[in-house]
């Protein structure tokens, strides 16, 4: 299905926002420099118009980095506000509601495949600079956002087991798989390394000299972590992987571009989330379904509050 990538997607462009925020925000406060004040350093004291870089002789300006930040990012973001505006104001109303506990389970799921929660916040934090905060208050604006989108949509036992059974293969869990690999350019080359490494020859190196593959050969063959169902891990790979326990190795192993010596170092299987739960996911993925698009279900609940974008005050009036 390609959740894992679809939601690091959305997950991308809502950090996005979040970090563009956070920066008109801080620029917004700080205090106004004088004229030409330097701090010790001899650089500009900051302020809304101070200094926010210097490049050789030359400065770059707070007025000028904001200004292509609203360029760049600024639709983004103030969507993003007017979104979560009207959502806390049908929150407020109490016709919406989600519990911690719908979170944590929404949390979980994008989980999924990890090794734990601290791995997957520390890849929140380093791919998407969210912190768990943010990672926590994004899951709740968009459940709000769904529950909203699906109000009045009922899903029936039936339609449910009638999806579960077309979707099964879907449905099931994918393990996350640590792999190296050995690219050789034929059948004998790999079956020559296969006899290096079973004489003790470490693969580490014979990857760094052997393989064809320049993208992994000088870190050891190393794949990292891939999900099982990646589209872009080699159908051959994915195939012999699949039989294999950690710290087997399989070869030859016919792949794109030659033979493959390939090496399973782990293997991470996420828990079965239980029946109740799975049903109860795939009937919220029926509702949306119907509901429609998420940028649908944006675009009716800001015409539902009448949303509008003002005109910018601080941009130049055009010229007739």
Same mark, same amino acid.
């Given at each position: 299905?390609?959740?894992?990538?679809m939601l690091k997607g959305i997950i991308g462009l809502q950090a996005v926002c979040m970090i563009v925020l956070a920066v008109f925000v801080v620029i917004q406060q700080l205090p106004e420099s004088?004229?030409?004040?330097?701090?010790?350093?001899?650089?500009?004291?900051?302020?809304?118009?101070?200094? $926010?870089?210097?490049?050789?002789?030359?400065?770059?300006?707070?007025?000028?980095?904001? *200004?292509?930040?609203?360029?760049?990012?600024?639709?983004?973001?103030?969507? =993003?506000? =007017?979104? &979560?505006?009207?959502?806390?104001? *049908?929150?407020?109303?109490?016709?919406?509601?989600? !519990?911690?506990?719908?979170?944590?389970?929404?949390?979980?799921?994008?989980?999924?495949?990890?090794?734990? *929660?601290?791995?997957?916040?520390?890849?929140?934090?380093?791919?998407?600079?969210?912190?768990?905060?943010?990672?926590?208050?994004?899951?709740?604006?968009?459940?709000?956002?769904?529950?909203?989108? !699906?109000?009045?949509?009922?899903?029936?036992?039936?339609?449910?087991?009638?999806?579960?059974?077309?979707?099964?293969?879907?449905?099931?869990?994918?393990?996350?798989?640590?792999? &190296?690999?050995?690219?050789?350019?034929?059948?004998?080359?790999?079956?020559?390394?296969?006899?290096?490494?079973?004489?003790?020859?470490?693969?580490?190196?014979?990857?760094?000299?052997?393989?064809?593959?320049?993208? !992994?050969?000088?870190n050891g063959g190393d794949l990292g972590l891939i999900d099982e169902r990646d589209p872009f891990l080699d159908p051959g790979a994915a195939k012999a992987a699949a039989g294999l326990q950690p710290?087997?190795?399989?070869?030859?192993?016919?792949?794109?571009?030659?033979?493959?010596?390939? *090496?399973?170092?782990?293997?991470? !299987?996420?828990?079965?989330?239980?029946? $109740?739960? =799975? &049903?109860?996911?795939?009937?919220?993925?029926?509702?949306?379904?119907?509901?429609?698009?998420?940028?649908?279900?944006?675009?009716?609940?800001?015409?539902?509050?009448?949303?509008?974008?003002?005109?910018?005050?601080?941009?130049?009036?055009?010229?007739?």
């Amino acid at each position: 299905m390609g959740k894992d990538k679809m939601l690091k997607g959305i997950i991308g462009l809502q950090a996005v926002c979040m970090i563009v925020l956070a920066v008109f925000v801080v620029i917004q406060q700080l205090p106004e420099s004088a004229p030409g004040s330097v701090d010790a350093s001899g650089a500009g004291a900051g302020g809304s118009d101070g200094e $926010a870089a210097v490049v050789g002789d030359q400065a770059i300006r707070n007025s000028d980095w904001v *200004e292509q930040l609203k360029k760049q990012y600024g639709d983004s973001v103030l969507r =993003m506000l =007017m979104l &979560r505006s009207a959502l806390d104001q *049908e929150s407020a109303k109490g016709s919406l509601e989600v !519990t911690a506990e719908e979170i944590q389970s929404e949390l979980a799921s994008q989980m999924e495949g990890y090794e734990d *929660e601290d791995a997957f916040y520390r890849e929140m934090k380093e791919q998407l600079g969210m912190s768990r905060d943010d990672v926590w208050s994004d899951a709740m604006y968009r459940l709000l956002l769904e529950k909203w989108m !699906t109000r009045g949509i009922e899903v029936s036992d039936k339609e449910v087991d009638a999806y579960m059974k077309e979707h099964q293969a879907e449905l099931s869990a994918s393990s996350r798989l640590h792999l &190296r690999w050995i690219v050789l350019p034929d059948s004998d080359k790999a079956s020559a390394v296969l006899d290096e490494l079973e004489q003790g020859a470490g693969f580490e190196e014979l990857a760094q000299r052997e393989s064809l593959d320049e993208g !992994t050969a000088s870190n050891g063959g190393d794949l990292g972590l891939i999900d099982e169902r990646d589209p872009f891990l080699d159908p051959g790979a994915a195939k012999a992987a699949a039989g294999l326990q950690p710290g087997d190795i399989a070869g030859p192993v016919e792949v794109a571009g030659g033979y493959a010596v390939i *090496e399973l170092l782990e293997r991470i !299987t996420p828990p079965d989330p239980g029946k $109740a739960a =799975m &049903r109860e996911r795939v009937k919220r993925m029926i509702a949306l379904d119907e509901a429609g698009s998420l940028k649908d279900g944006e675009e009716k609940l800001l015409k539902h509050y009448q949303a509008s974008v003002l005109p910018d005050p601080t941009s130049e009036p055009t010229k007739g």
